[in-house]
């Protein structure tokens, strides 16, 4: 079981908490008696495996721009926000709007401020990034039951675009070396994990480690939504086979008497609907859910 919390505040008191992360020189933090305590919590305390490269600080996820940033962001159905900070420097930024899911001003002014991360030049023959193409699903994830179909509503497309760019849905990346790559239109790094075969067995970027789907489990859903569609229709077209027949024994009086199990069919089928609707109710509970750990400075 994982924590899934969330942080709702204004706009000042986010501020007085950032101001307190990043305190001028020569001043205490009022966050700790120490200053040493507040320096190794914003010190890296994960890295992407098998490098040296900074993943995580402690609940803040290191984010390379021109400068490297600690942050952490959040969304609810109808708000976003950002919280970005520079240690070395002191200045951070808090973003917030009334949008789900917004990234021009959380992630697209954040990138403006910060710069862009420009990586150092790797001198080596790079990998096509074909090797990296797949489908990938987050680790993080309901194994079991209901739940697990959300996850499945958003798996990770990689595609190849040319030698050394690819594709996350679109969204395009450049490979700065071997199998590491950063995103051209906004911050952000992916690595891919590889075993000892050189078989890829894990996409992990600051926020999330991915998985690759292979073989069955890749058209689960595909498959699952089929079995379900036909389900329904099946279903409703014979509820509705069944009304029309009822409607016309009643209105034509017809004198022979329906089969004798007709009664039981109909209840089958409305029980049917019954399951039917209370799944999409449940489907769409599951999916405005925040099944994630996330920080949410909200302006009230």
């Known amino acids: 079981m994982y924590p899934a919390g969330g942080a709702v505040s204004t706009t000042a008191d986010a501020a007085k908490f950032m101001a307190a992360l990043i305190p001028p020189a020569g001043s205490k933090s009022p ?108 680790a993080r994830r309901v194994i079991h039951g209901f739940g697990k179909m959300i996850e ?37 790094i992916d690595y891919f994990i590889r075993d000892d075969q050189g078989k890829i067995i894990k996409l992990s970027n600051m926020y999330a480690d991915y998985l690759p789907l292979t073989g069955f489990s890749a058209q689960s859903i595909g498959i699952s939504l089929i079995v379900l569609g036909l389900g329904a229709f099946i279903t409703l077209f014979t509820l509705i086979n069944q009304c029309i027949r009822w409607l016309i024994r009643h209105f034509m009086r017809v004198k022979k008497p329906a089969p004798g199990l007709d009664k039981y069919y109909m209840w089958v089928n409305i029980a049917g609907l019954i399951y039917l ?23 009230h």
């Open 277 to 299: 609707l209370n799944n999409t109710i449940m489907f769409f509970r599951a999916m405005n859910t925040q099944p994630t750990p996330d920080c949410m400075f909200i302006l």
């Open 31 to 138: 966050l700790f008696q120490s200053n040493a305590t507040l320096e190794e919590m914003l010190r890296p305390s994960l890295a992407y495996e098998g490098t040296d490269v900074p993943r995580m600080a402690h609940g803040f996820f290191v984010n390379e721009h021109a400068v490297q940033t600690l942050e952490h962001g959040g969304n609810t159905l109808a708000f976003s926000s950002n919280f970005v900070i520079d240690p070395v420097s002191g200045f951070g930024i808090i973003v917030m709007t009334n949008q789900k899911n917004e990234g021009q001003y959380c992630q697209g002014l954040v990138d403006r401020v910060f710069g862009t991360y420009t990586p150092e030049a790797y001198s080596g023959e790079l990998p096509d990034s074909s090797e990296v193409e797949g489908t990938y699903i987050r």
């Open 152 to 188: 499945y509503l958003n798996l990770a497309y990689i595609e190849p675009v040319n030698k050394r760019v690819s594709s996350w849905n679109g969204d395009p990346s450049n490979q700065f070396a071997p199998y590491a790559y950063t995103k051209i239109h906004t911050s952000g």
